[in-house]
């Protein structure tokens, strides 16, 4: 265990922790026992907010594959929580910013349309998704994909 640390602390910092969440992934699988999984998707067309909405909320073990919202303004934040902690919390134009740095978190604004997508977000007991508009806003198309253990 001590010879990975090493490895690891030689790495470039973003490259050490894809590998050290890989290494856990994995390691997770294996311990936990999980088998068999299922699929799942969520999907919402043409929906207008004014208030949060909670687009996912699942309990057990899974990962969220992609999440990805299409709005017609860049006015909404976002919220995700695994495992009772808040991962994620950022309006779209921080967004825009980190996902610059962040290879999870990609959001763009492509002839005005506000294209956020996330992926890759493991948890072990729970996983929530919120939008909170901050006015009025049309969620064109949201889609979310992920897998809970069974």
Same mark, same amino acid.
């Given at each position: 265990?001590?010879?990975?640390?090493?490895?690891?602390?030689?790495?470039?910092?973003?490259?050490?922790?894809?590998?050290?969440?890989?290494?856990?992934?994995?390691?997770?699988?294996?311990?936990?026992?999980?088998?068999?999984?299922?699929?799942?998707?969520?999907?919402?067309?043409?929906?207008?907010?004014?208030?949060?909405?909670?687009?996912? #909320?699942?309990?057990?073990?899974?990962?969220?594959?992609?999440?990805?919202?299409?709005?017609?303004?860049?006015?909404?934040?976002?919220?995700?929580?695994?495992?009772?902690?808040?991962?994620?919390?950022?309006?779209?134009?921080?967004?825009?910013?980190?996902?610059?740095?962040?290879?999870?978190?990609?959001?763009?604004?492509?002839?005005?349309?506000?294209?956020?997508?996330?992926?890759?977000?493991?948890?072990? #007991?729970?996983?929530?998704?919120?939008?909170?508009?901050?006015?009025?806003?049309?969620?064109?198309?949201?889609?979310?994909?992920?897998?809970?253990?069974?």
């Amino acid at each position: 265990m001590s010879e990975v640390r090493e490895l690891l602390r030689e790495l470039p910092i973003p490259l050490a922790i894809i590998i050290a969440e890989e290494i856990r992934g994995a390691v997770e699988e294996i311990i936990g026992g999980v088998g068999r999984w299922a699929t799942r998707s969520i999907t919402l067309k043409d929906v207008t907010i004014e208030r949060v909405t909670e687009v996912l #909320s699942v309990e057990g073990r899974g990962k969220v594959r992609e999440a990805v919202v299409v709005a017609d303004s860049p006015d909404f934040a976002v919220y995700v929580e695994t495992d009772g902690r808040v991962v994620l919390d950022f309006t779209f134009p921080n967004l825009q910013k980190l996902s610059e740095v962040m290879v999870n978190v990609d959001a763009i604004d492509r002839d005005g349309e506000y294209l956020l997508r996330l992926s890759d977000i493991s948890f072990l #007991s729970s996983c929530t998704l919120r939008l909170r508009p901050l006015g009025r806003v049309t969620l064109k198309h949201v889609l979310v994909i992920y897998d809970v253990a069974q």
